[in-house]
């Protein structure tokens, strides 16, 4: 089995930084790339990053120059450094990972279980 844990959501006030870290385990040989999604109450889940093995990384409009991923392969740890946060950020966030569990599998797509976001003063 792969399990992915999320850690590090909370309440913030506007302007403030939260650092959200994903760990994967389990049954892994390779994770392609690593993700957060969000999804603001009543909203569709939507990409807010994403970052491939070699580190090529992609960002919602919304976020960039404000949000930062980062990946520790060793680890198979995704994180995701959120400064100059807004009211619009608040929101469950989802971490999810391209995973395959032989060197010969193919990649599926696991999600963590969400964890709470929410900026307000």
Same mark, same amino acid.
């Given at each position: 089995?792969?399990?992915?844990?999320?850690?590090?959501g909370g309440l913030v006030q506007p302007g403030g930084?939260?650092?959200?870290?994903?760990?994967?385990?389990?049954?892994?040989?390779?994770?392609?790339?690593?993700?957060?999604?969000?999804?603001?109450?009543?909203?569709?889940?939507?990409?807010?990053?994403?970052?491939?093995?070699?580190?090529?990384?992609? *960002?919602?409009? $919304?976020?960039?120059? =404000?949000? +930062?991923? #980062?990946?520790?392969?060793?680890?198979?740890?995704?994180?995701?450094?959120?400064?100059?946060?807004?009211?619009?950020?608040?929101?469950? *966030?989802?971490? $999810?990972?391209?995973? =395959?569990? +032989?060197? #010969?599998?193919?990649?599926?797509?696991?999600?963590?279980?969400?964890?709470?976001?929410?900026?307000?003063?």
């Amino acid at each position: 089995q792969v399990q992915l844990v999320e850690s590090g959501g909370g309440l913030v006030q506007p302007g403030g930084s939260l650092r959200l870290s994903c760990a994967a385990s389990g049954s892994i040989f390779s994770i392609s790339n690593m993700a957060w999604y969000h999804q603001p109450p009543g909203k569709k889940r939507d990409l807010v990053a994403s970052i491939t093995s070699g580190g090529n990384t992609d *960002y919602a409009d $919304s976020v960039k120059g =404000r949000f +930062t991923i #980062s990946m520790d392969n060793a680890k198979n740890t995704v994180h995701l450094q959120m400064d100059r946060l807004e009211g619009e950020n608040s929101a469950v *966030y989802y971490c $999810s990972a391209a995973i =395959r569990k +032989t060197s #010969s599998g193919t990649f599926y797509q696991y999600w963590g279980q969400g964890t709470q976001v929410t900026v307000s003063s």
